[in-house]
């Protein structure tokens, strides 16, 4: 478990485990022999991908970015990505149940970022967290309805749609402030309405960017994911988002990174990106 203060605030990284993609999907256009260098695949090609969600805790609100892959995955999608289940008892070892989160943030709505938002118990879904107010893109809603050949795999609607029915999830048309400190801001790329989450407290700055930098060796601008539906805006967020966040020394949280939950982004001697963790 990793833990942090930013200003007045609290960063906790919990995760719902380790889940496997393909490298060859997981990286895109990027050519084997180039990223097999950060990341080793084994021998069916499958690399390792975490699932990390963030826990903030603001003094007044706790509030969880991101719910991971949860257990609902049918069969055949387990036989795929493994569905590991590990968020309730991650948050568990951090002191949290489920009934003390105030707000969930999803950035978008692909499965494996909104998994806990509900459990499924018999033959009907319930939230995850009771308690809690729900946010999320409401493009992203209004995409997963059409289930497009491309990626209908990736929207399953018991992550949301008994929330939006009931009216604990709340949809949002672009950027806005949730709470004093904690809003969201669009960056397309991987999806057209994705979000990140931008953490603001005591003049330091952290961002969950979600899948618009998914790991530590997904730094470089041209090193963007085959999920990704919009690569070029990917690039195109991407050199947006570090125009701010390198020189204000942002906290950047890698959603899918299995062993740096954060860093910082900082360019080496030769311009390179890199990522620095915090001390």
């Known amino acids: 478990m990793h833990r942090l203060t930013l200003g007045d605030f609290e960063l906790t990284a ?11 999907t997981f990286f895109g256009v990027i050519p084997k022999v180039m990223w097999e260098k950060k990341v ?12 990390n969600s963030l826990v903030v805790r603001t003094g007044r609100e706790t509030i ?24 309730l008892a991650s948050l568990a070892t951090a002191g949290i149940s489920p009934e003390e989160i105030d707000i969930v943030i999803n950035t978008h709505l692909h499965f494996d970022h909104c998994g806990w938002n509900t459990v499924q118990r018999g033959n009907h879904v319930f ?8 946010y999320a893109p409401e493009g992203e809603w209004r995409h997963g309805r059409l289930q497009l050949s491309r990626d209908a795999i990736s929207y399953m609607s018991d992550n949301y749609d008994p929330l939006i029915q009931s009216g604990q999830m709340e949809l949002l048309r672009g950027d806005r402030e949730i709470v ?12 057209e309405y994705m ?26 601008l041209n090193w963007v994911m085959a999920f990704d539906l919009y690569p070029l805006q ?4 991407r050199q947006r988002y570090y125009a701010e966040a390198i020189p204000e020394k942002w906290l950047t949280i890698f959603t899918h990174d299995p062993n740096i939950p954060w860093a910082y ?3 080496d001697e030769k311009q390179r990106l890199v990522a620095r963790e915090p001390s």
């Open 14 to 24: 919990v995760s719902d485990g380790t889940y496997r993609l393909d490298g060859g």
């Open 64 to 87: 969880l970015i991101e719910t991971g892959i949860g257990n609902k995955l049918p069969e055949r999608l387990i036989k795929i990505f493994g569905q590991p289940a590990k968020l």
């Open 127 to 134: 939230p995850t967290f009771p308690k809690a107010k729900y």
């Open 234 to 237: 990917t690039t195109e967020s």
């Open 195 to 220: 979000q990140a989450v931008i953490i603001r407290s005591g003049g330091k700055t952290a961002c969950y960017v979600s899948d618009l930098i998914p790991t530590s060796s997904h730094l470089d």
């Open 265 to 267: 982004v900082e360019k």
């Open 40 to 51: 080793k695949a084994d021998e069916l090609n499958y690399v390792p991908v975490g699932l």
């Open 180 to 191: 004093p400190g904690v809003s969201v801001k669009v960056f397309p790329g991987h999806t």
